[in-house]
């Protein structure tokens, strides 16, 4: 996931995400850093590609923390 709000602290940021993205499915791990190279940034890794494929097409674009 690209473009995040990098001022919103990591804890409130994964618990948004895994709210948003636990009904298409299994979340094994839901990385997000503040470190430069990775700001705006998080991974999720679901537990199947179909859990994953179907999050991507029906959240793009979708608006978090006004951005």
């Not at 001022?7 to 430069?36: H, M, R, W």
Request: glycine share 2%.
């Amino acid at each position: 996931i690209r473009n995040l709000e990098e001022s919103v602290k990591i804890p409130l940021l994964k618990q948004s995400l895994e709210a948003i993205f636990s009904q298409y499915g299994t979340i094994i791990d839901l990385v997000a850093k503040k470190n430069l190279k990775a700001k705006g940034q998080a991974f999720v890794v679901f537990d199947s590609p179909q859990a994953a494929e179907q999050a991507i097409k029906e959240v793009q674009a979708f608006p978090l923390f006004d951005k």
